[in-house]
C-alpha cells in the first residue's frame, strides 16, 4: 500500500484542479483524519512498537490453552482502559476474545474479524527466535541486520521490520485499532460506527468452534458490516478489498492391483499396475491447463458479474513478475488471468504415495497407490454436490467403489476398485456482492484515502468466513493489512512497519467516515 503518497498524490490533483473547492469539500474529512491519525502516530512509534513486541512476545500456538488464556488476558489489558466492554468467549476450544465501543449517536455496527493465535513454529529454522521479536532494517533475506530499540529516536524508518511468529498473521489489528483509537480521541475525533472486534484464538486450525461460540451468544455479532482483517495484501503494495473466498474439500483416493506387490519382470504386462490407474484416472478428470472434465463440474459456478470483471481488469497485472520470480513459462489456465482463475474450481493432486523412486525404487508392481486431492470450490457449489458428482465419473470410468480397505473378495468380484476417503464436509466458496449497498460505501471511503484501491472479487485461498455466512446475512467484506511478503506460517515471519502505520489509518479513516456516507 502507498497511501501516504497517494495522498499527497490526491490531495495535490485536487489543490490544482479547477474544481479544487468540491474537490476539498468532498475528501476534507477523509484527509483529516488521515492526516490526523499519522501525525500523532510519529511522535509514537517508539510506543506502537514496544505494544506490538510485548503481544509477539507471548507464545500462541492454539493447541496451548494456557498460552492463549494468557494472549486473551494481554488484549483485554489493551482494550479495556480504551472504553471496550470485553468478554472472553469459549464454546469447548480455545477462547475467542469479543469486545465492544458503542459511539454516540451512530446507528450501524462494524464487527472486526482478527486472530491471534498462530501457527506452529519450528524454532531452529528461525534467524531469530520466533517470539523474541527482532527489528530489521529491512528484508532478512537481503542481509538486514537487527535495530537496537535504544538507539533509535522517535522516528523509524518505516522499511524496517518486525520479525515475530504472528507478526504479519494475525496480531498487527489489534495493536493498530488501539493506538488509532488513541489517535482519535488525541485530536477530538469520533468513530462513525459502533465497534464490535471479534479476535480469534484457534484460526490456525480452522476456528472448530467459531460457528458454536457464535450459536451460544445469538445478538452478540450482529452487525452492518463485517470486516475479516487477515491475510496478506496485494503484492502491489496497493490498498486493497477482498470480496470473496475459495471453499475447499479434500479427497484421498486409492488405486489398487493385486493383493500383494509383485515382480515386474514376472508379472509386467498382466498385474494391473495401480500407479498407472490413478495417472489414467486422474487424466480423465483433468486436463493439462486446469480445465476439470468431471460432467457438470462447472453447472452451478457463479458467473463474474460486470462490476467483478472490470475490478478485474483494473487491478495491476503481476503475470510478468510472477512468472519470472517463480520460475515459470506456461501457467495453467490458458493464458486466462490469475485472478480470475482464482474465482473458478481448482483440482489439486496435492500429494502422490506409492513405491519408491532413487534408492528407494524397486522392480515391482504396487498392491496399491494413493493421491490426495485438495478440491477448492466457489460460490454456488455445494460440496456434496460435488462428492455426487465425482463419484458418478469414477464410476463412468468403470471403478467400483470402497470406502474402506477392500478384501480380496472384493478385489476378485471387480475389474477396477477404487477408495475414496472423502475427508471432512468441506465448506462452499463465499462471494459477497461489490454492487451491495454497503460495499458500494466502503469502497467510496477507501478510494477518498487511495483512488488507486484495488477490488479483488475472490482470494485464492480460504477463511473461516462460512461459520459467520452460514448464520447471518451481513455482508463481509476481507480488509488484508500485512505485506505480502510477510512469510506468513513460515519460519522468519515479519510485518513491515509501513504497513502497522497505514493499518491506523486505513482504520481511522474507515471508522470515522462509513457512517457518515
Ligand atoms: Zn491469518
Known sequence: MIPAKSITFWALTCLLSLQAFTCLGQTSSVLEVADAVNTFRATRERQIVEDFTAFLALPNVASSLPNMQANARHITALLEPRGFTVRTLRSGGAPYVFAELSSPGASETVLIYAHFDGQPVQSENWTYAPFSPTLLDGLIQEGSKPVDLNSVADQFNPEWRI???????????????????DALRANGLELSVNLKLLLDGEEERGSPTLGQVIDDNPGLFDADLLLFCDGPMHQSRQAQLVFGVRGGRTLDITTYGANR????????????NPIMSMAYLLT???????????????????????????????MPNIEARLKD???????????????ELVTLPAFNARGVEGGGVGDQGRNIILSSSTVSLNLRLVPNQRPE???QIIENHITGEGYFIVYEDPTDDILRANSKVVKLDWRGGGSPGLRTSMDGPMAQRLIRVMRELTPELILTPTMGGGLPLNAFANRME?????????NHDNNQHGENENLRLQNLWDAMMVYGVVLTQLGRN
Open 163 to 181: 520479525y515475530a511468529r504472528s507478526a504479519g498473521d494475525d496480531k498487527m489489528p489489534v495493536i493498530a485499532l488501539i493506538h488509532m483509537l
Open 325 to 339: 520470480e517463480l520460475a515459470v513459462h506456461t501457467p495453467e489456465g490458458g493464458g486466462t488471468r490469475i485472478e
Open 284 to 314: 480423465s478428470m483433468r486436463d493439462e491447463t486446469g480445465r476439470i472434465l468431471i460432467e457438470g463440474y462447472y453447472d452451478n459456478v457463479a458467473a463474474l458479474t460486470e462490476s467483478e470483471r472490470a475490478a478485474i481488469e483494473a
Open 385 to 387: 454436490r460435488i462428492r
Open 474 to 482: 451481513t455482508p463481509i467484506i476481507v480488509l488484508p493489512l500485512a
Open 261 to 272: 506387490p509383485l515382480h515386474s519382470g514376472h508379472y509386467g504386462n498382466w498385474a494391473p
